[in-house]
């Protein structure tokens, strides 16, 4: 736990006392590690090898993070009928739930049950209705197993985004809604960011913002419009990836330097040249902070390091920042007094 660590109290108590981190990016981290495949993103891996997830979870919270979500990203029903898995779904989602409960169990963090985008919404009844029904189950099999709070999240529809937050208002709990923003800047109805997330707010939930998509130059622009437009909680959870204004997310990145490839973009499996260092992500916890952002993490992507950054740029030490870096001790790059002055000299070398 981070330096927060105390009595468990609920999202919504621990946001009025100050920020709270939540680790996402389970999809990439355990695709990286070789458990999960990129392009479908199902979360196989929670009934394969529920262990490496739980482990996971550790190594976040270990690094900072307050929280321990479900990894039941993806885990919707739609999701594993374009794999042929559809029969896995109930038992997916209650095994990723049983893993995250015993690790926060386990360390005092907050448990979040999680939905996210669909990918078959569109603004006609005849998708609301199993829209709706597909939030409905997960929501469901959340409340029990006794998450403390629900995260809707990766919205790039915004009226989806509003039936998600209906299911999770119907179970009483704190719920967070976060939007995925791509090239254009809006949501695909056309809403604007910050007009997006006052009509959340307006709606009834408690925390509203983005995750995923943005990297956190071309995020914080966006979380600024919204901090002056609601009056709650606030949400950021960037990919760890330099996106920039004229490809300001990371599905958008090229790279002109690399003809190796498989089809024209990097994303999401040649994202490598890209990705931010931890000292980016420690900048952007203290810039999002500055501007009022509570809820913070980091998305698709991200490693327990720049969880640990993150805690870090908040004025946090987490257990993980014990090995933190130290160059001092460096053999040729230290300043320690004990390193012959020889080896400092030959630094200019390496």
């Known amino acids: 736990m981070s ?31 070789g458990y999960l495949q990129a392009g479908a993103f199902v979360p196989e891996v929670v009934l394969e090898h529920p262990e490496l997830v739980a482990q996971l979870h550790r190594e976040f919270v270990h690094a900072g993070s307050d ?30 739930l049983a893993i995250a409960k015993e690790v926060a169990d386990d360390t005092g963090a907050l448990f979040a049950g999680d939905i996210c985008n669909t990918n078959v919404f569109l603004p006609d009844d005849n998708s609301r209705t199993p829209v709706r029904a597909i939030f409905d189950e997960q929501v469901g099999w959340a409340v029990e197993a006794g998450v403390d709070y629900i995260v809707g999240e990766t919205f790039d529809w ?15 709990l704190p719920s967070v809604i976060t939007l995925a923003i791509h090239q254009e800047g809006t949501t695909r109805e056309g809403w604007t960011p910050e007009d997006a997330c006052k009509r959340f707010e307006d709606a009834g939930a408690d925390v509203v913002g983005l995750n995923c998509t943005r990297g956190p130059m071309t995020m914080l622009p966006l ?29 958008s990145l090229r790279d002109p330097e690399c003809d190796v490839i498989p089809g024209d973009r990097p994303f999401p499996s040649a994202l490598d040249p890209f990705v931010c260092n931890r000292y980016e992500l420690e900048d952007f916890a203290r810039k999002a902070n500055a501007l009022g952002v509570r809820y913070m993490g980091v998305c698709c992507g991200a490693g327990p390091h720049h969880i640990r950054a993150v805690a870090e740029g908040l004025g946090r030490t987490p257990p993980a920042s014990r090995f933190s870096p130290d160059m001092s001790k460096h053999a040729f790059l230290g300043t320690d007094e004990r390193i012959p002055q020889e080896y400092k000299e030959y630094a200019e070398k390496l």
Not at 19 to 31: H, M, R
Not at 158 to 172: N, S
Request: proline share 4%; hydrophobic share 40%.
């Open 158 to 172: 915004g009226e989806e985004a509003l039936i998600a937050l209906e299911a999770i208002k119907e179970t009483g």
């Open 3 to 33: 330096d927060v660590d105390q009595e468990k109290v609920g999202l919504l108590e621990r946001l009025e006392q100050g920020p709270v981190i939540c680790a996402e990016g389970y999809l990439f981290e355990l695709e990286r590690r």
């Open 67 to 96: 929280v321990v979500e479900a990894f039941t990203y993806y885990a919707h029903r739609e999701k594993l009928r374009m794999i042929d898995k559809e029969h896995l779904l109930e038992e997916m989602n209650r095994q990723a």
């Open 223 to 251: 979380l600024e419009k919204i901090r002056a437009k609601v009056q709650g909680h606030v949400a950021a959870l960037p990919v760890p990836y330099r996106t920039t204004e004229a490809e300001p997310s990371f599905q």
